[in-house]
């Protein structure tokens, strides 16, 4: 996961980070109908993959705001039904009573800002390499060859 500071018009900053991992949920905020298709606003819940040289034993996981009408609602939706894996972008915005001064930093991100799916791609995946492999080995394959 890889993480940067950014400013907007205003000069405030504001938190970007983006990485790998998979999409666990696709939800409407403020209905308790798990398909109401008259959200105006999804949860994008994205199990992330563990950052180089931490555990994989802990989770983490993002969960950006995202709009019904925008393109990357439909790519969300397409990596949960399909379970392929993402290179996801989110953006953390303060809330408006957070005063600009404060570096973003400093803030609680859970309490103090809210998330935006700014990016959602499929990870590339390489073609597989069609190798012959051979039943056995002979016994002096090995020799000269470390």
Same mark, same amino acid.
């Given at each position: 996961?890889?993480?940067? $500071? +950014?400013?907007?018009?205003?000069?405030?900053? *504001?938190?970007? @980070?983006?990485?790998?991992?998979?999409?666990?949920?696709? %939800?409407?905020? &403020?209905?308790?109908?798990?398909?109401?298709?008259?959200?105006? $606003?999804?949860?994008? +819940?994205? *199990?992330?993959?563990? /950052?180089? &040289?931490? /555990?994989?034993?802990?989770? *983490?996981?993002?969960? =950006?705001?995202?709009?019904?009408?925008? =393109?990357?609602?439909?790519?969300?939706?397409?990596?949960?039904?399909?379970?392929?894996?993402? +290179?996801?972008? %989110?953006?953390?915005?303060?809330?408006?009573?957070?005063?600009?001064?404060?570096?973003?930093?400093?803030?609680?991100?859970?309490?103090?800002?809210?998330?935006?799916?700014?990016?959602?791609?499929?990870?590339?995946?390489?073609?597989?390499?069609?190798?012959?492999?051979?039943?056995? $080995?002979?016994?002096?394959?090995? +020799?000269? @060859?470390?």
């Amino acid at each position: 996961m890889q993480a940067w $500071l +950014e400013a907007d018009d205003a000069g405030r900053q *504001y938190m970007v @980070r983006s990485g790998t991992g998979v999409v666990t949920a696709v %939800v409407p905020v &403020g209905s308790d109908l798990p398909a109401a298709d008259t959200a105006a $606003l999804y949860r994008v +819940e994205i *199990y992330c993959d563990a /950052p180089h &040289g931490r /555990p994989g034993a802990i989770r *983490y996981s993002v969960h =950006p705001l995202v709009s019904s009408a925008d =393109p990357l609602f439909a790519a969300a939706q397409a990596a949960l039904d399909d379970v392929w894996a993402v +290179e996801w972008t %989110v953006q953390w915005h303060r809330f408006d009573w957070v005063p600009g001064d404060l570096p973003i930093s400093s803030l609680n991100l859970a309490t103090d800002a809210h998330a935006a799916l700014v990016g959602l791609d499929r990870v590339a995946v390489p073609e597989p390499v069609d190798v012959e492999i051979p039943d056995y $080995l002979p016994v002096g394959w090995l +020799e000269g @060859r470390t």
